[in-house]
């Protein structure tokens, strides 16, 4: 599968410019659901992001290029960008601060196991599901494939759909229950960056309904104003 991008890092006056509030006072690891402000929609905290880069530009389809291998080779792109994040933020969820996967307002994220029982579970639980199956999709030369001359399969698109969803949740289960540690980690601007080229790669290539993005649809307008 082809390359794709990375993100660069922040010069020496970006840096400067956003160190993380101090939250020595707050105790980490609680999370936000009980809460009704959102702080990730602060203007002093939206407008940050690592980049400068035409971050549309970057979900385009290049020319010459098969639609499938660019959803691909992006899919594992971002695995990487978003397991990264998220082990950054492990130690804070855990099955006590996070009982269950939740999401802004009053979202909570239920795990399908292959017999099609729903499973009501913890976040750190239900994250590690959504994290296996989609390495396990990634790592299956029948789904994708990495030989030259190979085909990827009938319905690809569809599995596809799916993991950018379960990216979304993860994303979205940060933002309302560990954005005062992303805070506190200085890691606001790349989660925005991330969040941003996620969201609109997603609607470039139709890999999310609106009813699945609706619990962040303040912060993807919010963050939309800022590119």
């Excluded at 509030?21 to 002093?44: A, H, M, T, V």
Aim: glycine fraction near 4%; proline fraction near 7%; charged fraction near 15%.
């Amino acid at each position: 599968m082809g390359g794709c991008h990375s993100y660069p890092s922040a010069t020496k006056a970006d840096k400067k410019s956003l160190q993380p509030p101090d939250f020595s006072s707050e105790k980490l690891g609680i999370n936000n659901n009980n809460l009704e402000e959102r702080p990730y929609l602060q203007q002093q905290y939206v407008c940050q992001l690592i980049t400068h880069t035409d971050m549309l530009a970057l979900t385009l389809l290049p020319p010459g290029v098969d639609k499938a291998e660019w959803l691909a080779s992006n899919t594992v792109a971002f695995f990487k960008h978003i397991n990264l994040f998220s082990s950054a933020l492990s130690e804070f969820c855990t099955p006590t601060t996070c009982p269950t996967a939740c999401g802004p307002g009053n979202t909570v994220y239920v795990w399908t196991d292959d017999h099609g029982r729903k499973l009501k579970c913890s976040a750190p639980l239900y994250f590690d599901y959504a994290m296996s199956y989609v390495q396990e999709l990634l790592t299956d030369e029948d789904v994708f494939p990495t030989k030259a001359g190979s085909v990827f399969p009938t319905g690809f698109i569809f599995l596809v759909q799916k993991v950018f969803l379960l990216f979304f949740r993860t994303l979205a289960h940060i933002y309302w229950s560990h954005y005062r540690e992303t805070l506190a980690l200085g890691l606001h601007p790349q989660l925005n960056t991330l969040f941003t080229h996620l969201t609109l790669f997603c609607r470039q290539h139709a890999l999310l309904e609106p009813e699945d993005t609706e619990p962040l649809q303040d912060l993807i307008t919010a963050l939309g104003q800022q590119c």
